[in-house]
Every structure is written in C-alpha cells, then in structure tokens.
C-alpha cells in the first residue's frame, strides 16, 4: 500500500508498546510495515523486529534492512548526523 | 577470506575506535570485513558502518545486515533473549 500508514517510528516508548503497534499494522490488512529508527533507538528498533517475528507473528519476516546517516539540526545552526535504520517486514505468502 | 580475523565486534569503545579497525582490516587486504553487535551496541555498530563509509572509505559498501536473537546466559540458569547484528561491507569492485 502506498504511503506512510504502515511506517512505525521507533522512539523511547518500551518495546512492547512498537510490538503492538506493528503486530496491529498487520492485523489491520497491511502486507509489509516498515519500522523506523534514528540513534539510540535503532537497537529497540531491531529488539521490535526481532520480537515480532518470534513472538507473535511466525508468518513475518524481515525482507530488507537499510542504513543511512540523517543530518539533525541542532542548536542554533548545528548539524548533527545521526545513523538511522529501515527495517521492511512482510508478510509471507500464504501457500 | 575463510576465519574470522574479519569480524569486528563491537562492545563500550568509542565508535572511532571500531572505525579505526574496520578500516585497517580492509587496508590489510581483507575484501569483506564484518561489523558484529548485540543488544544496545547495535546502534554503535550501525554508526562504524556509516562512519566508514561516509568518512574514510567510499569505495566500501554495505552488502548485507542480518539481524537475529541471540540467548545468553544470565546469572544462575536464567537465560535471556538479547537482539544481535551483522553488517557485512565489501569493497566495491576496482573498475
């Protein structure tokens, strides 16, 4: 599906809070969700993954990662990077 | 090449640290260099990729990131799930 319905942004909520919000994704008829995260977040961002597919939802799994550096501004006029990842997770064909 | 001399884990170091021996394995001759990491040193891992690639090396790519759930044994018999990570970067072929 198109747009930006089926991203989860990754922030400094616990685990299980993006557990839910992605396993509700799928359950709402979404094929693929796309879990986002910058910094110190990324590892919650894989720990969402991770727990999804082997706690909830067998018939999903992670068919792309990617990594990036985004450039924050700060402070004043700073420019900061942050790394960020993009973790695709779809749903198996039903055979 | 065979071995895991070209594995780089990454644990409470700074992320220079971690750049700095990515980019001496490649610059010893290594065509892959792998970047491993667990639980929150997952986001510092990603960070040594984008720091090699962006700063020091722009002819090494990232190839691969896998991600997995790794047990590890606590104190007494208590066993717990911990999130892991591989980044795989390559030098790009020499045109």
Same mark, same amino acid.
Request: proline letters at 2%; aromatic letters at 6%; charged letters at 25%.
């Given at each position: 599906?198109?747009?930006?319905?089926?991203?989860?942004?990754?922030?400094? $909520?616990?685990?299980?809070?993006?557990?839910?919000?992605?396993?509700?994704? #799928?359950?709402?008829?979404?094929?693929?969700?796309?879990?986002?995260?910058?910094?110190?977040?990324?590892?919650?961002?894989?720990?969402?993954?991770?727990?999804?597919?082997? $706690? #909830?939802?067998?018939?999903? /799994?992670? $068919?792309?990662?990617?990594?990036?550096?985004?450039?924050?501004?700060?402070?004043?006029?700073?420019?900061?990077?942050?790394?960020?990842? /993009?973790?695709?997770?779809?749903?198996? /064909?039903?055979?």
């Amino acid at each position: 599906m198109p747009g930006e319905d089926n991203v989860i942004y990754i922030g400094n $909520k616990s685990v299980m809070s993006y557990v839910l919000a992605v396993v509700t994704q #799928f359950n709402n008829g979404f094929d693929e969700v796309v879990i986002k995260a910058r910094g110190r977040a990324i590892s919650r961002a894989v720990d969402t993954a991770e727990v999804v597919k082997n $706690k #909830f939802m067998p018939g999903v /799994e992670v $068919k792309d990662i990617k990594i990036g550096t985004e450039q924050i501004v700060g402070e004043g006029t700073d420019k900061v990077n942050v790394s960020s990842v /993009e973790i695709l997770m779809v749903a198996k /064909e039903k055979a």
